[in-house]
């Protein structure tokens, strides 16, 4: 059954009208009443609608399996969220051609993305940082990304979100070193670049230094970008900065209070509702007073 206030719902009735099209065909071919029936409302399924369901389908899956992802709370979503919301852009940016069958909907959709996403200064950055800390992704891909969608011969909106985003994570890289160990990381360093201090009396720092081995000039975060993307298939980003904690200190407290940051709490059923706002009722059977409480807090 479709619920109008509700795209899912109609996502999951046409994949299951879809599966048994044939049995649409054969019903309507034996049996008189089905076609009697349907007849007297708006009628059987055409050769036209299917063909328009089977076009459909597809795009409405797209929306469906990312409101399931970022709808989950058993696993990391921040650093998923703007590779969705991305993903949905070209899949959009595709369909809104006059020629295409979601036409009407993507214009309508891609005119809501305007409002919230297509300038570079509407973009969250903590939510690209959260990208970049995902070891698969780092800040190569994440520049790939940005010239895919944000290149323009007329604008150099890229350029500017690329630029917003080094900046964003160069200051927030600094204040958690200030905040969580940067004076003890800062001595390590200067005795790094002492080659005769009290525990290197063969002089192997010294060694490594002139011969440009040594990278201990390098912070912590040029050292993380440098390295080779991980590949993994299933990488459990949490167990993978949990481990290479010891030698990303600051980064993994960034990683640890950036990546918990579920990016909704909403059911993925209503996620997309045009229904508008409904106050469950836990919420509408609070006192005023306790409401104006909670909004202020």
Known sequence: MDVETRWNS????LDAALKHKNAFDELEFHDTKYA?????????????DWEYVESI???????????????????VTSNM???????????LLKSNSPSSATYKMAEKMEKKYEKYWDKPTKLNMLLLIAVV????????????AIDQLFYSEKTNN???LKSRLDI???????????KKGGAENDTQRMHEEIPNYKNDPYGWNKFLQTTGLTSSNKSELQKYLEEELDTSANLNILDWWKINSCRFPILSNMARELLVIPVSTIAYESTFSTRGRVLDPYRSSLSHQK??????T
């Not at 389908?57 to 696993?75: D, K, M, Q, V, W």
């Open 10 to 13: 109609t996502y999951f009735m």
């Open 36 to 48: 009697n029936e349907l007849g007297k409302g708006i009628g059987l399924p055409s050769y036209e």
């Open 57 to 75: 389908l597809p795009f409405l899956n797209i929306f469906y399996e990312a409101t399931l992802r970022i709808s989950g709370t058993s696993y």
């Open 81 to 91: 969220y703007m590779l969705e919301i991305w993903n949905g852009i070209n899949h």
């Open 133 to 144: 800390l995902d070891p698969r992704h780092k800040m190569r891909y994440k520049n790939w």
């Open 158 to 160: 890229g350029c500017v």
């Open 168 to 178: 964003s994570l160069k200051l927030m890289f600094d204040e958690y070193k200030s």
């Open 291 to 296: 409401v104006e409480t909670l909004i202020c």
